[in-house]
């Protein structure tokens, strides 16, 4: 039996019954980023109708919907496959996976750490991303503290994942720059990056409202002691 | 050369130069539970100075005293203490941790995934709950939303704690019922308890506040619109 030769670090990896993708990085991303750009008309198409929203706040919405759908459907896939690696229907989600593991072989080979993490970004976070959009369209009292635990929960995510990586050396990663600069720290970086500016602005939302309440109910009470 | 057999599972788990513990479970307990009590009792008469303070807010001090206290200290030292189960100084951390490991050799043998969320939780964590005493304590408009932030990464980390527990079959842990259900499930199920209380509650006082001052605004409108 002559077994495929993988492409993922490290060399001695064991992936029996890999099937090698068949699909071109252009294909791959060509399919991803045009996904993404129907995505972000349609959300800022979709949240123009709202006169209360802000420029900013309908970009929020959009990378919001970004986000839940790269989690929900990009990332829950992995979450579902277990064998991607050997698959052979070559479709987009196996394709990507396969490409993907070069920057980071733990997909492939079903490391619990990333399964658990993508787990819950695939399942929890995903749909609560559009539970967000929702409550930002309907100007909900939750939606600070929703977009904060879900904001929260994307950077702990990939504090994780970047840690584990550290520890065990980067070891699972192509050194190439493509794959380790670009693909590893760029792409997963941007889950640190916007998420960690989400906070920063719903943390000073939450501040915000506490201290006018505090200090309303003392203009009140000075009133009445007056 | 005579390796010390060790007492975790799997089995065949390889731990070169490991030392059998010398404490009995309740020397370690005892020491555990006597200083546990200690932080209690300063927490609740520290804070009994501070007529503002419900008898609830007081509780929920002494919690935040506890696991910033067990945080910082006994999950800092095993952050900072890589060769633990070869220790032979008899110091109180090294020894309950060679005695946990019995419920999980994750700790033992540095899975990358339990030292990632250690790091988190006893540097970035187990700091912050003495943040929100003081906050707590001073009424920092801040306090809601930073119990909510450490209470929500406590419970992430346990989520992904027990989640990639489960995908390996929980081959960590010794299936005797005082190692798998008191130390590995209801000891760290604690963390998914009360954070979640205390997520809740704080969810709760986010939601109220935002939605409070809404009405307060639309009033403020109706009465000029008059």
Not at 35 to 47: G, K, M, P, T
Not at 124 to 148: D, M, N, S, W
Request: contains cysteine; glycine residues 8%.
């Amino acid at each position: 039996m002559t077994e495929q030769q993988h492409p993922y670090y490290p060399r001695d990896l064991e992936l029996p019954g890999f099937v090698p993708g068949t699909w071109s990085r252009a294909e791959i991303f060509g399919i991803f980023g045009t996904a993404l750009a129907l995505v972000v008309l349609i959300s800022w198409n979709l949240s123009g109708k709202f006169k209360h929203l802000t420029q900013l706040d309908r970009r929020i919405i959009c990378w919001w919907a970004v986000t839940g759908a790269i989690h929900f459907l990009q990332e829950g896939a992995f979450v579902v496959s277990p064998k991607f690696y050997a698959s052979t229907t070559n479709d987009y989600f196996s394709e990507g996976w396969k490409e993907y593991s070069k920057a980071d072989s733990r997909y492939a080979s079903r490391d619990p750490c990333i399964v658990s993490i993508e787990a819950v970004t695939a399942f929890v976070e995903g749909p609560l991303c559009f539970v967000i959009i929702y409550a930002l369209v309907t100007l909900k009292p939750y939606r600070h503290i929703l977009q904060f635990a879900v904001a929260l929960g994307q950077v702990y995510g990939t504090i994780i994942y970047f840690g584990t990586s550290y520890l065990e050396g980067f070891k699972h990663s192509d050194p190439g720059f493509l794959y380790f600069w670009l693909y590893f720290v760029a792409m997963n970086g941007i889950w640190i990056l916007i998420p960690g500016l989400i906070i920063i602005r719903t943390w000073n939302a939450s501040v915000a409202v506490v201290g006018h309440i505090a200090t309303s109910t003392n203009e009140t009470k000075s009133k009445k002691r007056r």
